[in-house]
Structures are given as structure tokens and as C-alpha cells.
């Protein structure tokens, strides 16, 4: 047992010696669906001066206290507040009548349930004032994919950063840092408390369908400072990141959206690797870490969410004290293996702390009090689920009150040209003539491209031109070639400049036509092996041959 590990069970141990006597711990008693959280039975303590501060945040007794709170729960709240369940709909009424019901942690936001600011931010205050009817003292975990790049629930409601491999591209990780901070505020100005995101995922390369441009790149080292840059400015912003898919995704062929991915290395040859950016992320105080549906034999037969080794091994190994999520156990890789309701059990029993969009969340939640009557999952081990999520969303809280609001609205326009990278001749300077023909990608695309060029004076028809890949694997012949996705296919092209944009968002469109004009510098440097030289890596080169 870890130093800190050991500090919370003391610390616990002291608050629970005062629990008042007669209070049920099954949900057993006939009023404890209108039972409150209170404070009244737990003794206080005597603050320690030597009590550790974890990497996220709170102290140990923080933690403890929040654990003998959890107890206090009736069993029925208790099992609702380890999920978060998905929303789809527009409908806030419905949103917050689902966490009501259900008495979950929160929801995960999707694109059918985003029309505009104004009824996103209805939603979100629905399901935040829902969540507080339980009594809880921590905020409602109201959640969204907002990544960047292809996965961007919020297009068009907050700016779009390019997808996460332009930032493993940038050589400015305070630039990195700054933008992140500018999309949470922007999340946290619309409700939201969560970001899925970043991905801590190394890519193999092409090979690699399911991540992809969404990874920060190859090398293990940069990746996790990528990740690290990332992670600072979501907790400046105020709203929490949760870095994913523990142990990495990007190193298996199969996409556990439609099967379960077996990891082929062995977990010393993914501590060289994979895991290396997911202990970067622990050590620099993420809040929490997704696990992805991956089996590594090593854990054990079944994707890691249901492996207790795996969370033994984030625990003991990395020295992660904060929360443990999973995946969507919707997907296959998990949903092929259990009923509905047992999936979530056995993640919960395994280690997990927040189940991320149950099948079912009532038949899920159902399933954990059954398990937790019958003594198949242990109360103790739900306690301390609640504790480590409602913990968080307090840390969440204190963060929101401290954050400010960026003063620039174009961050992610900034950043598509500071982190886009170029390889051509001759650095510096405009890459296109007085004219450009445009091809590729979509006719939208090529229209915000065209008008964001016009702005600079550059027309459209004939002069230079420019081929847009919308496909990681594309490739193709222009005096300019972009890569608006994974660039894997650029070595196959036929281009006198060649461009890594990874974005394909009007914004990533715009902050590329002023690359092309000459007046953003594109400071990206490419992430990925078995690319022509960058003029970010020509122009350092240079500086330190001075």
C-alpha cells in the first residue's frame, strides 16, 4: 500500500469511529431515498500538518472525510453516483429528470443535444440543479467529447481546435497551454464541469484506425508533454480533462467500438512506450484517467475495465489517487461480453470509479445495489468510488471560482497556424502566389479556405494549387499539399510544399490560409516518423549550428 493510500485509510478509520449507530449502509431503511447527506455524524478532526497533498489536489483527510460522507449515502444514491450517463436530446426537462431518477453523477453531452448556446447552456443548468437535489455539496459532472479535430461535440457553439496532433506538433508548449485554458473557459462558460479529453494515446502510425490524428504523436517523451501542456490549461481554465484510453489505443489494430482490441506488448514494452505519457499525466495532477476496453493478457482475459490488475497497476505502479473511468460501455469490446447492468458491475468491482455511458443507467444502477446487497461488490469499494468522484468535483469547483475568462476569441484560428507544420524550399514568408485553385476536401471547406485567402488578396482560379486530403491515407499531386487529418499519406505525394494541418474545422481552414499567405508562422514540427524536414526543425537546426 502506497504512503498516500495508507494516510486515507487512517484518516479513515478516525472519521468513522463517530458514525452515528443505526444508520443503514444497504439502503435497507424505508426512508432512505429521502435521506440528505450530513455532517452531523462525522467527528472532526484535528488537521494534520504532515498530511500529504495528493497530485490533483486535496489532502488525504480531504479524501477521507469525502469517503465517511459516501457512506452516509443511502445505497440507492450511492450506486447512481458512480455513473454518468449519455444525452441526446435537447430536451433539458427530460436531462435533469434523468439524473433526478436516477440519482446519477452526471451526463455526457452528445451532438444530437446541441443546437445552439442558448439551449445548450439550459441543458446544462437543468442537470446541474438537478444534481444538487440529492443533497450533495459537489457539482454535477455535466460532461462533453470536445477533443478537437474530428471529435468536436460543440462545432460551431465554441471555436474548434485542431485535433490533438497539431498540438503534439506545436514547439511552444505554453502556446499549447493558453489554448486549452481558452477552450475550457469557453466550456465552463456554457455549464460544462468535464472535457473527455486529451488523448494520451501514441499512434503506430497508419496502421493505427481508431486514434490517429487524435494521438499527440509517435515519440513517448514529447507525447506526454504534449499532454502535460494540455492538461494545465483545462485546470486553468475550470473545467477537468480526463486523459484516455488507458493503456493506449493507439498501438492495436482493432477499434473496440466494434471489438475487443489484445494488446500484442507486454506491459514492460508499454512502459517504455504507451504508458509513458498517462505517468506524465499523473505526476503533473490530472484528476482522472480513462480506461480504455483493451485486454492486455497480462491483466488478465477482458478488456481492462473489468480487470482488477489493470486498476492495481494504475494504483500501485503510477501512483494515480484520483478517478478511474471508463470508456463508454456501450461499445462492443465490452458490451459483447456482459448483459446490460453487469458491465458496469464488474467495472465497479474491478476498480472503477465513474462508469461512463451505461447501457441502461436504471438497469445499471439497479445491478450495483443488487451487488452491493448480496455482497458481491463490497460497500466499502462503492464508498470509495463516491468519494474519489465527488472529491474531484469539489477540486472542480474551486477551480471554476478561480478561473477567468480569455480576452481572445480567435484561439483556435491562432493556434491552426502557429501549430500547423510545413515542409517546402523555401521557409518563410507566402507558400502561395497572387492566385490559388483549390481542390479536395469538401465544397464548404474549400469555400472558407477560398474566402479566408481572399482576405489576405489572393484570388481563386488558377496561380498555385492547393490540394486539401480529408483522409489520413490520401495523398495526391499540387504545388501545396495539406493534410487536413493524419498526415500518413503526404510522403506518397507529389507537392513542392507540404503542410500538416490536422483539422479540417473553418477554423483550422482560416488559420491555414494565413499560413499560406505568409502571415501566421507555422511553428509545428511533425510528430510522426517518415516525414520531409520541417522548416521548424530546419530553423532550429540552424540556431544551434550559431
Request: glycine share 12%; charged share 15%; proline share 6%.
Amino acid at each position: 500500500m502506497s504512503r498516500a493510500a495508507s494516510w486515507v485509510a487512517a484518516a479513515l478509520v478516525g472519521l468513522l469511529v463517530g458514525v452515528t449507530p443505526g444508520c443503514s449502509r444497504d439502503g435497507g431503511d424505508p426512508d432512505s431515498a429521502s435521506r440528505q447527506v450530513t455532517l452531523s455524524s462525522i467527528p472532526l478532526i484535528a488537521p494534520r500538518p504532515d498530511a500529504p497533498t495528493l497530485a490533483w489536489g486535496p489532502t488525504v483527510v480531504d479524501l477521507a472525510v469525502a469517503q465517511a460522507r459516501a457512506a452516509e449515502l443511502p445505497l440507492e444514491v450511492a450506486a447512481g453516483q458512480v455513473m454518468v450517463a449519455q444525452w441526446s436530446s435537447t430536451d433539458a426537462g427530460a436531462a435533469a429528470e434523468l439524473v433526478r431518477s436516477q440519482h446519477l453523477a452526471g451526463v455526457i453531452v452528445m451532438g444530437g443535444a446541441v443546437q445552439s448556446r442558448e439551449q445548450v447552456a439550459e441543458l446544462t443548468a437543468a442537470v446541474t440543479a438537478a444534481g444538487a437535489e440529492d443533497g450533495r455539496s459537489w457539482p454535477a459532472i455535466v460532461s462533453v467529447d470536445q477533443e478537437g479535430g474530428p471529435v468536436a461535440r460543440l462545432g460551431g457553439l465554441v471555436p474548434t481546435l485542431p485535433a490533438f496532433m497539431a498540438a503534439g506538433s506545436s514547439t511552444n508548449l505554453d502556446a499549447v497551454t493558453a489554448a486549452y485554458s481558452a477552450q475550457a473557459a469557453d466550456l465552463r462558460g456554457l455549464g460544462f464541469t468535464v472535457d473527455w479529453a486529451p488523448d494520451a494515446d501514441l499512434t503506430m502510425g497508419a496502421a493505427d484506425t481508431t486514434i490517429g490524428v487524435r494521438s499527440p504523436g509517435y515519440d513517448p517523451a514529447r507525447g506526454g508533454e504534449t499532454v502535460k501542456a494540455a492538461i494545465a490549461g483545462f485546470l486553468d481554465g475550470g473545467v477537468l480533462p480526463s486523459v484516455k484510453h488507458f493503456p493506449g489505443h493507439g498501438s492495436v489494430t482493432t477499434d473496440s467500438h466494434q471489438g475487443l482490441p489484445v494488446q500484442g506488448a507486454s506491459v514492460a514494452e508499454l512502459e517504455q512506450r504507451d504508458l509513458v505519457p498517462f505517468a506524465a499525466a499523473i505526476d503533473a495532477g490530472v484528476p482522472m484517467v480513462m480506461l480504455g476496453h483493451i485486454e492486455v493478457p497480462e491483466w488478465g482475459a477482458g478488456p481492462v475495465t473489468t480487470q482488477p490488475a489493470a486498476y492495481e497497476y494504475l494504483r500501485d505502479e503510477l501512483g494515480f489517487t484520483g478517478v478511474a473511468a471508463t470508456d463508454a460501455m456501450n461499445m462492443a469490446a465490452v458490451a459483447d461480453a456482459y448483459p446490460s447492468g453487469q458491465a458496469e458491475v464488474a467495472a465497479l468491482a474491478a476498480g472503477a470509479d465513474l462508469i461512463v455511458f451505461p447501457r441502461d443507467a436504471a438497469v445499471a444502477r439497479q445491478a450495483i445495489v443488487d451487488a452491493v446487497t448480496s455482497g458481491q461488490v463490497p460497500r466499502e469499494r462503492l464508498d470509495e468510488a463516491v468519494a474519489r468522484v465527488s472529491q474531484m468535483m469539489t477540486t472542480q469547483a474551486a477551480l471554476s471560482a478561480d478561473a477567468t475568462v480569455p480576452a481572445s476569441t480567435d484561439y483556435a484560428r491562432v493556434a491552426a497556424g502557429a501549430w500547423a507544420t510545413v515542409a517546402t524550399p523555401e521557409c518563410g514568408g507566402a507558400l502561395v502566389g497572387a492566385s490559388v485553385s483549390v481542390s479536395g476536401g469538401f465544397d464548404h471547406e474549400r469555400a472558407v479556405l477560398e474566402a479566408a485567402l481572399a482576405e489576405h488578396g489572393i484570388g481563386a482560379g488558377g496561380g498555385t494549387t492547393v490540394l486539401l486530403l480529408g483522409s489520413a491515407t490520401g495523398s495526391g499531386a499540387a504545388d501545396v499539399v495539406v493534410a487536413m487529418n493524419a498526415p500518413w499519406g503526404l510522403p506518397q505525394s507529389t507537392a513542392t510544399t507540404y503542410v500538416g494541418l490536422y483539422g479540417r474545422s473553418d477554423e483550422a481552414l482560416t488559420g491555414l490560409a494565413d499560413v499560406l499567405a505568409g502571415v501566421a508562422t507555422p511553428g509545428g514540427d511533425w510528430s510522426v516518423p517518415g516525414m520531409p524536414q520541417s522548416c521548424a526543425a530546419r530553423a532550429a537546426g540552424e540556431a544551434a549550428a550559431r
